[in-house]
């Protein structure tokens, strides 16, 4: 020990306590070192990269072990988010929902079982397939009786392209979904296939069009799915939203259950019993990884399922918000659960924030990223990144006309990771050639530092 006097003070020094002390100030240099250099290879790709030059683009890097922004570029401006917006739809089903999806609520009346819905998106969902819930109904030996009325919302979300009904990715909502409210037509082994069978009368040629390719368009109010004259090559395979209705539901379900489903208008009671379906990592991985709209529109549903009677995508938002998003730093515009509607607008800061959030929750940062898309290997991500033997980055894509963004988690090689957001806007190349550009800097990040 070393005494060390001056007129006024006597310092005393422990040699060890000396050597512990220049030794985190030697890493604490080398870390601020580091995010200097980050800092400033970001800002050079930024400044240099003539393919964003003329985009609207935000970004924000953030480092969630020391809690700290390394670099941002117009994080506070709003953009576009697309399917970013399920980050937030994902944090909600973290907050809200448990281990499993509740797929039906119920009372047992004499010799009735009345259901209602609970907007649960995995009830004989095309992927899963398999859940507690269809069982349930199955088993029990009393009448079956469904009772609408806990979502009295629009088919469509807020700000929906009405001109999309005819597509995949924008299937109806609705308290009591079944098979992914999707028409499946398939051709195989020579004759076209139709599921649910109970369309097959619904499938019409039209005898003045012999156009190619084939592609089957459904009529915009009405359940009629009309197709060029001719049958479609071997392989061909085409999934077109349905109109939902209450007859519809109970027709498909009858069928499954191979019994009449009765129908009744009763309000639902509190002592309400719970039939949980299947676990809810498997329907948020199955939300995540391709990218599903309507499970993150119906997930917004069985959250509010937990909120009260009433189904409401926006008192779900609305509580999410103001209970669990309350310090976002900047107010975000949040309308949908998938992110199909252009009236969304996120900050790169607030998509940053959501993920660190994220991040947190999970608390197991094997288990989150084998939810999420993985950069050459899984989702959205698998052809955004070179194919590697370990994925360094994992996220969400998300992409509208003019529009696309990839928010998450980048690794470095020298086992560091950063949450990151990439906003890209109302740019007129092709959306490959702003996909290019992400990856280019993402990467760089991960080879670098």
Known sequence: MDTVKDKNKIYIFNKGTVLVALLISILLLGACSTERRLSSSLKRNFKHSKILKGNAVGFVLYDPVNRKQVFEKDGSRYFIPASNTKLLTFYAALKMLGDSVPSLRYVERNDSLIFWGTGDPSFLQSRLKSGHALDFLKATNR???????????????????????????????????IMDNLLSFKMRNGAIQIQ?????????????????????????????????????????????????????????LSDTLHRPVGLVHMAM??????????????????????????IAEQLL??????????????????????????????????????????????????????????????????????????????????????????????GKTGTLSNVHNQSGYVLTKKGKVYIYSFMNNNFVVPVSTIRNEIGRIITGIHEKF
């Open 196 to 252: 649910p069978k109970e369309f097959k009368d619904c499938f019409i040629a039209d005898s003045s069009n012999s156009s190619q390719p084939f592609k089957i368009q459904r009529k915009l109010t009405e359940n009629l799915f009309i197709h060029p004259v001719g049958k479609p090559p071997e392989g061909f395979s085409q999934e077109v939203p349905y109109r939902l209705s209450i007859a519809m539901t109970l027709a498909l």
């Open 143 to 177: 009448k079956i009786f469904f009772a609408p009325g806990r979502y009295t919302g629009l088919p469509y979300g807020k700000g929906w392209s009405w001109d999309d009904y005819n597509d995949y990715y924008q299937a109806e909502i609705n308290e009591f979904p």
């Open 269 to 294: 009671p509190e002592d309400a019993k719970t039939c949980y379906n299947v676990g809810t990592r498997v329907v948020l991985k199955e939300m995540l990884q391709p990218s599903d709209n309507f």
């Open 301 to 394: 549903l069985v959250c509010s399922n937990k909120l009260g009677d009433e189904l409401s995508t926006e008192k779900t938002i609305k509580y999410v918000l103001k209970t669990y998003l309350p310090a976002l730093p900047d107010s975000a515009v949040w309308v949908d659960g998938s992110g199909l509607s252009r009236m969304n607008l996120f900050t790169p800061r607030d998509i940053a924030m959501v993920l660190n959030l994220i991040y947190e929750e999970v608390n197991d940062q094997k288990l989150l990223f084998s939810l999420l898309p993985a950069g050459g290997k899984s989702g959205t991500l698998k052809n955004a990144y070179p194919k590697t033997e370990t994925p360094y980055v994992f």
